[in-house]
């Protein structure tokens, strides 16, 4: 099992500098998120891409109907690029909570997202490729097939891409089918009433089930669990991490979204729990 860091939406330098301090002490991620109005994480990734050597970034995640897919696939590309194949991207609905309602503009309807999403986890595929394709969905539209190949912006190192995540929330199957699609699961889960609900490993168990009796590609696909681990007892700390990475789990991720520094500074420095 990996380790990682999800930081607060703090400025670039800042979270550099924390990535530098996570990569010291032996943390293999450090994860920032996206909104409506923030500053940027792929501004903030590549300050800490220059910091650092070994760590993966993250985003965690990029709400797809904020950004057209052909400019995350020349960003992430280029942030690729700059980290040595560090990246990972994670691509979401969005959170709408998060402040849509100043931004009329924007895409707010549920499924309109969804849809946008599905069809941009497709073209960031073929982009990331850097072979002509066309596309020609309800909301985006690609005619790759049109431009001379000169044109192209170079391939990210990693390939066949650059590692998606994605959030798989269980039982729903729309949704559980998407994460088929791409290269990791950001677990969630929602009862019969639709509210969300705390992810257990009986259901990853099950999450893992499903995804290997239907996935087709041939990559591997990460299963990332966020929590913390902060106020764990210590005598119980590896009993829990050895239950979620028996059940499948891959990567767990300490989410401190709403930390100060010197808390996350503390938790950075405990080093990863397992």
Same mark, same amino acid.
Request: aromatic share 10%; net charge negative.
């Given at each position: 099992?990996?380790?990682?860091?999800?930081?607060?939406?703090?400025?670039?330098?800042?979270?550099?500098?924390?990535?530098?301090?996570?990569?010291? =002490?032996?943390?293999?991620?450090?994860?920032?998120?996206?909104?409506?109005? $923030? #500053?940027?994480?792929?501004?903030?990734?590549? #300050?800490?891409?220059?910091?650092?050597?070994?760590?993966?970034?993250?985003?965690?995640?990029?709400?797809?109907?904020?950004?057209?897919?052909?400019?995350?696939?020349?960003?992430?590309?280029?942030?690729?690029?700059?980290?040595?194949?560090?990246?990972?991207?994670? %691509?979401?609905?969005?959170?709408?909570?998060?402040?849509?309602?100043?931004?009329?503009?924007?895409?707010?309807?549920?499924?309109?997202?969804?849809?946008?999403?599905?069809?941009?986890?497709?073209?960031? $595929?073929?982009?990331?490729?850097?072979?002509?394709?066309?596309? =020609?969905?309800?909301?985006?539209?690609? =005619? &790759?097939?049109? %431009?001379?190949?000169?044109?192209?912006?170079?391939?990210?190192?990693?390939?066949?891409?650059?590692?998606?995540?994605?959030?798989?929330?269980?039982?729903?199957?729309?949704?559980?089918?998407?994460?088929?699609?791409?290269?990791?699961?950001?677990? +969630?889960?929602?009862?019969?009433?639709? +509210?969300?609900?705390?992810?257990?490993?009986?259901?990853?168990?099950?999450?893992?089930?499903?995804?290997?009796? =239907?996935?087709?590609?041939? $990559?591997? &696909?990460?299963?990332?669990?966020?929590?913390?681990?902060?106020?764990?007892?210590?005598?119980?700390? +590896?009993?829990?991490?050895?239950?979620?990475?028996?059940?499948?789990?891959?990567?767990?991720?300490?989410?401190?979204?709403?930390?100060?520094? $010197? +808390?996350?500074?503390?938790?950075?420095?405990?080093?990863?729990?397992?």
């Amino acid at each position: 099992m990996k380790f990682g860091i999800a930081l607060p939406y703090w400025d670039a330098l800042t979270t550099a500098r924390f990535a530098s301090l996570a990569e010291n =002490n032996g943390w293999d991620g450090v994860f920032v998120g996206d909104a409506i109005w $923030t #500053v940027d994480p792929i501004v903030s990734l590549t #300050v800490a891409a220059l910091q650092t050597s070994r760590i993966r970034l993250g985003i965690m995640v990029i709400p797809m109907p904020l950004r057209k897919p052909w400019k995350i696939a020349s960003e992430t590309a280029a942030l690729d690029h700059v980290s040595g194949g560090r990246l990972i991207v994670g %691509l979401g609905t969005g959170a709408v909570f998060m402040g849509w309602h100043a931004f009329p503009d924007e895409e707010a309807k549920t499924k309109a997202r969804a849809e946008m999403l599905d069809e941009g986890i497709d073209i960031l $595929t073929g982009m990331y490729l850097g072979k002509p394709f066309d596309f =020609n969905g309800k909301h985006y539209h690609v =005619n &790759l097939t049109s %431009l001379d190949e000169q044109y192209y912006p170079p391939r990210p190192v990693q390939q066949p891409r650059i590692p998606l995540w994605i959030p798989g929330v269980w039982p729903r199957m729309k949704s559980m089918r998407r994460v088929l699609k791409c290269d990791g699961l950001l677990a +969630q889960k929602m009862d019969e009433k639709g +509210q969300f609900v705390n992810v257990y490993p009986e259901d990853i168990r099950e999450m893992k089930t499903y995804i290997d009796a =239907n996935r087709t590609l041939t $990559t591997p &696909l990460d299963i990332i669990i966020e929590e913390q681990s902060l106020d764990w007892e210590p005598g119980k700390i +590896q009993v829990k991490l050895s239950q979620w990475q028996d059940a499948g789990a891959t990567w767990w991720v300490e989410g401190l979204w709403g930390a100060d520094e $010197t +808390q996350v500074q503390k938790r950075i420095e405990m080093g990863p729990p397992g």
